[in-house]
């Protein structure tokens, strides 16, 4: 392969991994929100949730949604919801502010 393909994979590759993913600004977004404490809960769970997904496409359900049309595009449409129905919560949620005293909860329990 010539040098050129090498040089523009490399920067292709650079590019992608200096530009923060999804899973970075909900740790960075969340931290900002609920403060230091909640930092490392919040990757924990982004660890934990990783391992599943993980566990459960080598268990074999990858395969089951690439079979089975139907089954995707109920996940899919379920999926959906969820994220419709967080972002409602999101909306209707009372926002912090300074001048009210509110603070970030201590306990990382109360999270959620």
Do not use: N, Q
């Not at 960075?28 to 496409?57: F, M, N, Q, W, Y």
């Not at 996940?75 to 970030?104: C, D, M, N, Q």
């Amino acid at each position: 392969m010539a040098i050129d393909i090498y040089l523009a994979f490399g920067a292709a590759s650079l590019v992608v991994l200096l530009v923060p993913g999804p899973t970075v600004l909900l740790v960075v977004a969340h931290s900002l929100k609920e403060g230091r404490r909640a930092t490392l809960p919040t990757i924990a769970g982004v660890v934990a949730s990783d391992a599943l997904a993980v566990t459960v496409s080598l268990a074999g359900l990858g395969a089951v949604l690439a079979a089975s049309a139907e089954l995707f595009t109920a996940v899919k449409w379920g999926g959906a919801a969820y994220l419709v129905w967080l972002g409602l919560r999101a909306i209707h949620e009372r926002p912090r502010s300074a001048a009210t005293g509110e603070k970030p909860s201590d306990s990382s329990h109360r999270l959620a």
